[in-house]
């Protein structure tokens, strides 16, 4: 944990009270650094009663996927071994790509309560008000760029898994990478990456999950949010903390050659096997029988004209 | 044409002579900035004869490939459209990354007389002193990341054929992109890409050539240059010129969905066809014989243990 407020969010949950002093000195700074942090955490939303004579006692906590917040019990091996949380930010994705540039760990995750500027696959706008779940994850995966497909097919089945087994919601990944409840989308990826020709240099995973965040009424027929779905509030913390262990066993399996097992998982949570879809592609509009998915990511659509393999385009279920 | 620089000299090119004033008025400019772009072509090495009266007049030329003389003759439709050369810049392909950040046209070459920090697959240094040929192309391909191996295939295809049709030499390419003449590296290939999972962003495809530059004595085992092997100095203007034309053209084949014509004439370059090589991946040394090379990039090897496909490594024959 680096920024001080984790740090102090962090003892506060795990004493009673502790004043200002005992703060600065446990953490090394001063009791005036203490103060600073103790209102940022308040004007967060975080209730810090200040005692005269006892000091801080940490009262209630917003749902905010600090860092602080989602690293407990969050025992993983690569993703998450730090956090940057924003109130706000263009998009999370060009965030995590600046971080890159300066240097940074693998694994290091940034999440905003709202992104500005979100952005969906091929550049289309991606709504990301507050209440929303809007993070990357930053990877240096030492694979070529032909394997990038099953980090991104790690994420949604990441995602999806976690829908079920926290949430007990079925939830189905549409190709490539949406992931779906009752037919309507509540999360989409967008890994964005970054290498030579036999070696990954980076890549940022992007996942956007409507969580509590109202929807734009012009979406209600293609969008859901788990709120809407759980006829309640979900907890964004314990949600990322669940998508970013999964994900990171995923990734450890990955690594470990284990690309097919994600392959097939991924195929166990798509509906799309042997039904009949449209699909629209730069150069042409094909109808046929999805047969598999391939390990690039490329869609095995049986048509008239034979076995077409799809790289890139949008489907229609038909 | 966008630089001064590049505009006088094609005008002292096409001119006997021509004054201060008359190229001022051509170019829209001052005469002082006209002096002092004539002075920057001294510097580089261009003879220019100042007469009283009279004028400018260009006398001789080096062996430099600035925009004006590359673009005589070049009618390429995308590469090569725009071209900037550098005495000296620490990477060619990070100088066109940093272009492509601010915007600029698909097929611009950056070219530069020396890189003082160039660098080869992998994070492999690459000597590059004065006299070699070392540039990057800028591409923005509509096409998914997984097609990528093809516009480096087609890269180094158009090197080997310039070799071959220009100069005369036999060259092959050595997987992954190496070119080789007489079984020494006289060409390197470094492609670096930007891309989402199903779309390519940009591409950067660097090409290194041995031309008339010193090689290192400790790589003369290893390594040639085109004045080594033909006893004499190349033209490097002209060597760029040609490359760039092939390029343009297996680039448009590769935009008209011909990528199995340049898998093709790829193959028709390699010496590795039913060769045995060993290959040192990351996770081990395999032997065996080359079946093929797949459209991206891969090597299939008939090893003991049946068809293995190899995404990345060094091989050497046996």
Request: with cysteine; net charge neutral; proline share 3%.
């Amino acid at each position: 944990m680096n920024a001080l407020k984790d740090k102090i969010l962090a003892s506060l949950q795990s004493h009673d009270v502790l004043s200002g002093q005992q703060l600065a000195d446990m953490l090394g700074v001063s009791r005036t650094a203490i103060w600073k942090q103790v209102n940022a955490l308040r004007s967060l939303g975080y209730e810090i009663q200040a005692t005269r004579n006892k000091g801080y006692r940490l009262l209630s906590s917003p749902d905010i996927p600090l860092e602080a917040e989602v690293a407990k019990g969050l025992q993983t091996t690569v993703i998450g071994r730090s956090l940057q949380y924003f109130p706000s930010l263009s998009s999370t994705n060009s965030y995590a790509t600046s971080l890159i540039q300066k240097g940074v760990d693998e694994g290091t995750v940034v999440v905003a309560d709202i992104q500005t500027t979100g952005r969906g696959r091929k550049q289309r706008p991606w709504s990301s008000p507050s209440g929303g779940l809007w993070f990357s994850v930053i990877l240096y995966p030492p694979l070529p760029p032909t394997k990038a497909m099953l980090v991104t097919m790690a994420s949604s089945i990441a995602v999806a898994e976690t829908f079920q087994q926290m949430l007990g919601l079925y939830a189905f990944i549409k190709w490539p990478n949406d992931v779906l409840i009752n037919g309507k989308k509540v999360c989409g990826v967008l890994t964005e990456l970054d290498a030579e020709m036999d070696q990954l240099h980076y890549m940022v995973v992007g996942i956007g999950i409507n969580v509590n965040n109202d929807l734009e009424p012009s979406l209600d027929h293609i969008a859901t949010s788990l709120q809407q779905e759980m006829e309640s509030k979900v907890s964004r913390i314990q949600l990322l903390r669940e998508i970013l262990k999964r994900l990171d066993d995923y990734y450890t399996l990955l690594l470990r050659g284990k690309g097919e097992h994600i392959r097939a998982t991924w195929l166990s949570y798509t509906t799309l096997l042997d039904k009949t879809i449209s699909v629209t592609t730069v150069n042409a509009e094909l109808k046929g029988t999805v047969v598999s998915v391939d390990d690039d990511g490329s869609l095995l659509l049986r048509t008239e004209r034979g076995i077409e393999r799809i790289l890139s385009g949008d489907i229609t279920l038909l």
